[in-house]
């Protein structure tokens, strides 16, 4: 069975301060990858996703993710975060025969401090 | 605005009753899905439909009980077999046509049984 984890649960930065948060998933096929982020109040909406081609994506309000196949990760980046950047981020999966059903990660809980 | 509304925002009931919860898109999506949403654990699938008068159990259908007679509702209902009903809902859908791959979410009904 697919699975998705996030290692880090709960991250406090600065402003100005680089994020990285892990995202591993495990499957042997070809996958399709998501991050979503979910602000106080507010739904749940997409940040950036990997389908094929160049694994570097990038997606909305400056974040990055690297798709590195070999280690089956998909870590979100961003060079300088901002005190709007807090909320909580999910990693998610599908695979790419099965895109009905995305597995998520547990989340992880970002605050950011100015 | 096209989007996705999930009512109430707020449902408390008591223990042993069922409750439905309401979702509704007027995106004209295909798809639609629930999920269940619970503090350090993610999003888990709950039931899932592709179309009209059709769905699919996800990965913890057990105690939940769905319908789709209709392309813009997706109900909820919970019933008192859930041994754990107290959790967040979120409801989701997607389109075959434009960005197949992409879940758009509701703004979640936390229920509460007591």
């Known amino acids: 069975a697919q699975s998705v984890s996030q290692h880090n649960h709960h991250v406090i930065l600065s402003e100005a301060a680089s994020l990285e948060l892990g995202c591993n998933y495990s499957y042997g096929g070809t996958v399709n990858l998501f991050w979503y982020v979910q602000y106080p109040g507010q739904h749940l909406q997409l940040l950036l996703k990997?389908?094929?081609?160049?694994?570097l994506v990038k997606g909305i309000k400056g974040f990055e993710a690297e798709f590195i196949k070999s280690k089956f990760s998909f870590n979100l980046r961003k060079p300088s975060v901002q005190w709007s950047d807090t909320a909580e981020y999910f990693c998610?999966?599908?695979?790419?025969?099965?895109?009905?059903?995305?597995?998520f990660g547990t989340g992880t809980r970002l605050q950011v401090f100015p | 605005d096209g989007g996705i509304t999930q009512s109430p925002k707020y449902l408390f009931r008591k223990e042993g009753q069922n409750v439905t919860l309401s979702c509704e898109q007027n995106?004209?999506?295909?798809?639609m899905y629930w999920y269940r949403q619970d503090p350090g654990q993610g999003l888990r699938l709950i039931y899932y439909?592709?179309?009209?008068?059709?769905?699919q159990k996800g990965d913890i259908a057990e105690g939940y009980s769905v319908s789709r007679e209709k392309k813009e509702s997706f109900p909820l209902t919970v019933t008192s077999a859930q041994k754990n009903p107290t959790a967040f809902y979120l409801c989701a859908s997607r389109t075959w046509d434009r960005d197949p791959y992409e879940q758009y979410f509701g703004p979640g009904t936390r229920l509460t049984v007591t």
């Open positions: 439909s592709q179309i009209v008068n059709d769905f």
């Open positions: 995106l004209n999506h295909d798809a």
């Open positions: 990997y389908f094929s081609g160049d694994p």
């Open positions: 998610a999966v599908n695979a790419a025969l099965d895109t009905d059903k995305l597995i």
